[in-house]
């Protein structure tokens, strides 16, 4: 399944213009408020009609003003969830769910309601009010309601947006399930959070007052150091992957990237699983030779790839550690006085404790 679109269009003060594809898994727009994220969202879903362009789902076209195309949102089969779950206060978690599921297409294929319900952790919610459910709770109610519908594609509109930390990190692990389960469902995700990003894209795409940036893996495009701008200095870093081998008796887990070891704490997955890790690129330091005697053992040998200046007096360093790319934050002091330079081999240094649980994901 994919989506292709071309938009553009005026509003007072704003104009939009985007080209952009998304294939499988999950494509995140990411920008700052105002960038016309929600925007996207609304013409896909035909909340919006645009002054012109084109949208297609798996070549199915939904709109294309040179040929009078536009095909209402009940009959796109694309399922959403906004920012407030919007849920039917009057009935029950079951009956909301249900509800979804007289939206879908007859004859069409999808998952059942045991399936929704265990897939998002429904069981013990089924005859509860909406009233007595958290703000978690009722995203999830909302994400099932939407996948009974049995649409072709989700379109998730900043869902986690009005959730506190608590409530955010308990309904992320359903988005990572919902992301690599048998569904595989493409989901077009909205969010100016940089961490729900790196937990969740397949596929990145950077958006700036109606432009696109940037746009391809989220991998790449978040090693990328011309891209820190746009993910703001503080916000930047790249995503890695890593096998879990150990948990110690202390706390510390031991986990394999294709550069060496790493140990980090708050890492709750089994042993054996494959999980995501955001490193900051404010948290990666830079040695020209292997250091001894530090807290540290976190001691990656790391290849410089690029060097991108910044406005100020930092720059960014694009780092190769084997098989997997890392970021680095320096001044440009430090860049002039330790030689850094393409194709220099040298040493990255992570901190354990900098690597927070909320940025670990499976």
Do not use: W
Not at 312 to 322: E, H, Q, S, T
Request: charged letters at 20%; glycine letters at 10%; proline letters at 7%.
């Amino acid at each position: 399944m994919s989506l292709s679109l071309t938009l553009s269009h005026r509003f007072a003060d704003f104009a939009l213009d985007i080209t952009l594809e998304a294939g499988p898994g999950i494509t995140a727009l990411f920008g700052r408020s105002g960038a016309g994220k929600s925007t996207i969202i609304n013409a896909v879903g035909g909340l919006l009609h645009p002054n012109s362009g084109r949208i297609a789902v798996d070549g199915d076209v939904l709109l294309d003003t040179d040929l009078g195309i536009f095909v209402p949102p009940h009959k796109r089969r694309l399922g959403t969830v906004f920012q407030d779950a919007r849920l039917f206060p009057h009935l029950s978690v079951s009956q909301n769910l249900m509800f979804g599921a007289r939206y879908a297409p007859r004859g069409s294929s999808g998952p059942a309601l045991k399936d929704v319900v265990a897939l998002l952790g429904l069981q013990d919610l089924l005859d509860r009010a909406p009233a007595t459910l958290s703000g978690g709770q009722k995203q999830r109610v909302a994400l099932g309601r939407a996948l009974l519908s049995h649409p072709r594609m989700l379109l998730m509109d900043e869902p986690l947006a009005s959730l506190d930390g608590p409530r955010k990190q308990e309904i992320l692990p359903f988005l990572e399930r919902l992301r690599d389960g048998p569904l595989g469902l493409p989901i077009l995700y909205v969010s100016h959070a940089v961490d729900e990003i790196a937990r969740l894209a397949d596929t990145l795409v950077l958006i700036q007052s109606g432009r696109v940036q940037a746009q391809g893996p989220l991998f790449d495009v978040m090693a990328d150091p011309a891209a820190v701008p746009l993910l703001g200095v503080r916000e930047a870093g790249a995503v890695i992957e890593a096998d879990v081998l150990a948990h110690g008796t202390d706390g510390i887990s031991t986990l394999r990237i294709s550069a060496g070891t790493l140990e980090l704490p708050g890492v709750h997955a089994e042993t054996g699983a494959r999980v995501r890790l955001r490193v900051l690129a404010q948290d990666v330091i830079l040695s020209l030779t292997r250091p001894e005697g530090l807290s540290s053992v976190n001691v990656l040998p790391v290849e410089v790839e690029a060097i991108h200046p910044g406005d100020g007096p930092g720059a960014a360093i694009a780092l190769r550690a084997n098989q997997d790319r890392l970021l680095s934050r320096v001044t440009a002091r430090a860049v002039t006085e330790l030689g850094l330079r393409p194709g220099l081999k040298c040493y990255a240094i992570l901190k354990a404790t900098t690597v927070a649980p909320g940025s670990i994901g499976r």
